[in-house]
């Protein structure tokens, strides 16, 4: 699988609701010892991927992630930009995500908010 591809994946994860689905992509997309982490929310390990990934799908239901641009890497590292809102609607929440590539699977992300809902 080629970097496009794994940060595909990455998105896929997002937006799968079907529990083996999801943890079968998780696994081929993480490192056992993975860790994300973003101003929100953050998860250690395939299974505190999964919780976190959960948490997310249920406090976003019905929103689509969406990759938005080229993936960019050199190294083992990458980026790429994101958004996230309705199937075929306006974005509500984007950002940039930067991360480490280990053995052909994320290690790490490091989420960044360009934009997001305000409270109230």
């Known amino acids: 699988m080629n970097t496009t ?3 595909d994946n990455y ?3 997002w937006n799968e609701t079907d529990d083996e689905r999801r943890l079968a992509l998780i696994a081929q997309t993480w490192t056992e010892d993975a860790s994300y982490l973003d101003p929100m ?3 250690e390990g395939q299974g505190g991927i999964d919780a976190m990934t959960q948490a997310v ?3 976003f239901t019905g929103l689509k992630f969406r ?3 080229d993936v960019d890497t050199h190294h083992d590292r990458v980026r790429f930009t994101w958004e996230l809102g309705p199937e075929n609607g306006a974005a509500l929440a984007g950002g940039v995500d930067f991360g480490v590539i280990a053995e052909g699977r994320l290690k790490t992300i490091t989420g960044f908010l360009d934009f997001a809902p305000t409270a109230g």
């Open 67 to 69: 990759r938005t641009g």
């Open 57 to 59: 799908q249920t406090q």
């Open 41 to 43: 929310v953050s998860g």
């Open 5 to 7: 591809e794994l940060i």
């Open 11 to 13: 998105i896929a994860i």
